[in-house]
């Protein structure tokens, strides 16, 4: 398995099965399967964080009543936050 391991200094590529020692070898190989779990996951959230807001922003869409004026016009940058107010 070959892995490539991009950081500051650049991109290098390395063969898991090349590793001589085996113990260094399995634990290499479970963090790879960790790391690509994990990343299939952070899809997932991003696709269920995506959808709830599009359900969200659909369904209060037509509820004029809901809109308030704010005195601060500033904008939330970062789209995942949704600010709860009482």
Known sequence: MIITINNDDGSTAFD???ISDDSIKQEATVIVQ???NLQV????LDYASRTHR???EAL??????????TDDPETIED???V???S
């Not at 996951?41 to 997932?44: D, F």
């Open 16 to 18: 898991v099965n090349s």
């Open 34 to 36: 960790k790391v690509g």
């Open 41 to 44: 996951i952070i899809e997932a």
């Open 54 to 56: 599009a359900n969200l």
């Open 60 to 69: 209060l869409k037509d509820r004029q009543e809901a809109i308030v004026e």
């Open 79 to 81: 789209e995942s936050k």
């Open 83 to 85: 600010v709860k107010e």
